[in-house]
């Protein structure tokens, strides 16, 4: 299965292939160094075959997933000096990268169809498009073909590789194998195949993840009637063994891992972890969203992670886990900005670069984008039902973000064309890229943004067509902010494990709990209905306050960014959802 997803790869036979395969230069033998070709489904043989005669490699490796081939690969890496092993902790490794290959690459990830508008919706007035990165077909052959052929052939002193050893005319910069000049991330969702070239960061490599769970996975659901999103899923039961799970959509640095491995704050209940970033949801014969991770390990981001703010990822990442661009300490140990461990006596620092590092120093020890990649059966609260096939009831989809002024701490749609409409408003603050200044309030819709198989305005018009599914029971949909700030810059709420006395309030509005009031926005706590006790003071009425010229400006930008960006293919609904919201907002 792994194969599929391998760079250059395809699943298409010749014959129905729009990619030319015949300029692909023939070998005579293929040395398949591990496994037996033959065994293989024709269908795959046939693939791997032609891979092989196009990038040429020195030998084929057919996987078996067995724990002694996870050994012998992390020996072989070693010894090619790309892993190093990190000696305090069980089986743990250390891997280094080309510090231009450290994060996913969204200006050099696209999506091929023939029509442009399959992919994306064409901006109003010429603006440049947000929702993804559309590539023609005859530009893409183009691309493949100045990239794969003989790209695995080691020993030519050629900088171009997809998993080859880079072997540079002149000073190495770094064993790392990449080619940040020629990366290309591409998906065809009509044939079902991702292409990789360049990069071996998580997100542009491990194809099982953002190219297919998410990217692929969300045109196949539409086709077939289900939902791919970039969600967690977690199960919570109250202190009386009443058990409900939701999915959460945040974009980056919202805490989602934080969020979906929770030790609730409040006595007697109980968080249990499904999986913290893709979830797989159809509904079931009774009407049912059922819920899955296809994933079978966490890729969360170290900078921040600490016994504090997610004891449970610590204790999940003692073994058996590969760190990537963290810094390492002398006694063979990991080290990241806020992983809150003072250093013993005597240990010293080596940064995610090489360098000798000190607390205090301006630059980072880890990269901010480094990362533990972990099994997920490691995790301490792991859901009994993880993996059951059938997947897990959804009650309840939150949408969030980090939303410094505002946006009240909980509230719930009014229902669910509300929801979809809250999930296409979706905004959240981010470290700005580099040629802005500060930082910035970012559109990303269902914290989808960069993960979307096709065009955002069907992917709303498939989300709205639940509604008319027969005998659908819907979930019911929240939107929360967990980081609004008082005048001062402070926190007005304190997050992590406290959140679960937002899930409290959510899990009681499941129930009927008639615990909300009404507003412009849509439903928020009653006074008094959020379980506060023993948080000592908080400022509640600022952390609901809804300032009339927040919300004016906001509904401003929420629509100049849907007319603009989604345009033609903005559906009616939502638009008629926008219109209520600012007839409200006015009324304020
Ligand atoms: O950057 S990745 O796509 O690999 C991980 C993530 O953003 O969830
Ligand atoms: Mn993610």
């Known amino acids: 299965m792994a194969a599929v997803y391998r760079p250059g790869l395809r699943l298409s036979r010749p014959g129905l292939s729009p990619w030319g395969w015949s300029s692909w230069r023939s070998i005579q033998t293929l040395r398949v160094l591990s496994g037996d070709l033959g065994q293989l489904p024709a269908g795959v043989r046939d693939f791997v075959e032609r891979s092989a005669r196009l990038c040429q490699p020195e030998g084929i490796h057919i996987c078996d997933g067995t724990e002694a081939e996870n050994t012998a690969t992390l020996a072989l890496l ?3 000096g790309l892993i190093r092993k990190l000696p305090k902790y069980n089986n743990c490794w250390l891997a280094r990268t080309d510090p231009k290959d450290v994060a996913r690459v969204e200006s050099k990830t696209v999506i091929v169809t023939p029509s442009q508008r399959d992919t994306v919706p064409l901006p109003a007035g010429g603006a440049r498009g947000q929702l993804g990165n559309w590539m023609s077909p005859a530009e893409f052959q183009q691309a493949v073909d100045e990239r794969f052929p003989g790209c695995m052939q080691g020993n030519r002193g050629r900088d171009t590789e997809a998993g080859a050893l880079k072997i540079l005319t002149g000073e190495p910069v770094s064993h790392w194998p990449c080619n940040p000049e020629k990366t290309l991330i591409g998906h065809v969702p009509d044939q079902r195949e991702i292409v990789s070239f360049g990069s071996g960061y998580g997100g542009n490599s491990l194809l ?5 769970a998410l990217r692929i996975a969300s045109r196949l659901a539409r086709d077939e009637g289900w939902l791919a999103e970039h969600m967690l899923i977690l199960g919570i039961t109250n202190p009386a063994g009443k058990k409900r799970y939701v999915a959460a959509a945040f974009p980056s640095a919202c805490g989602k891992t934080n969020l979906a491995m929770m030790r609730p704050a409040l006595p007697g209940w109980k968080v249990e972890c499904v999986g913290d970033d893709i979830a797989w949801m159809r509904f079931d014969s009774d ?18 992670t600490s016994a504090t703010t997610n004891p449970n990822a610590m204790a999940t990442i003692q073994s058996n886990t590969l760190f990537t661009n963290v810094a390492e300490t002398s006694d063979g140990g990991v080290y990241w900005e806020g992983i809150d461990q003072p250093l013993p006596p005597g240990v010293t620092v080596t940064s995610w670069l090489g360098k000798p590092w000190k607390p205090g120093d301006k630059e980072p020890c880890a990269h901010p984008n480094s990362r533990f990649c972990a099994p997920a059966r490691q995790c301490p609260i792991m859901d009994p039902a993880w993996e059951a096939p059938e997947g897990v009831p959804i009650d309840a989809i939150i949408f969030g973000g980090r939303r410094p002024k505002g946006v009240p701490l909980v509230y719930e749609a009014f229902n669910w064309r509300h929801g979809v409409f809250v999930g296409s408003a979706m905004r959240s603050e981010s470290t700005a ?14 914290a989808m943004r960069p993960f979307f198989g096709y065009n955002f305005g069907r992917y709303l018009e ?6 008319e599914r027969k005998g659908a029971r819907l979930p019911r949909i929240f939107h929360v902010n967990w980081f609004r700030r008082d005048e001062a810059g402070h926190f007005l709420w304190p997050g992590f494990g406290e959140n679960a006395r937002v899930l409290d309030w959510i899990c009681r509005r499941l129930e009927g709990e008639d615990s909300a009031r009404e507003t412009p926005i849509g439903l928020v706590p ?3 209905a959020l379980d506060l006790s023993g948080l000592g003071a908080i400022d509640t009425t600022q952390l609901f306050s809804l300032p009339k010229d927040f919300w ?21 609904e939502v638009l008629a959802e926008l219109e209520a919201l600012e007839g409200r907002v006015r009324r304020m």
């Open 78 to 80: 070693e010894k090619q």
């Open 433 to 446: 890229a580099a040629e802005h200044k500060g930082k910035v309030i970012m559109h990303d819709p269902f």
């Open 552 to 572: 004016e400006q906001e509904v401003r930008d929420i629509r100049s960014y849907l007319t603009e960006q989604v345009n033609q293919d903005l559906p009616k």
């Open 208 to 212: 099982g993840k953002k190219c297919f």
């Open 287 to 304: 009407g049912r969203l059922r819920a899955i991770n296809p994933e079978n390990g966490f890729f969360g981001v170290a900078p921040g």
């Open 526 to 528: 009653k006074e008094g």
């Open 462 to 467: 498939h989300w709205l067509s639940m509604e």
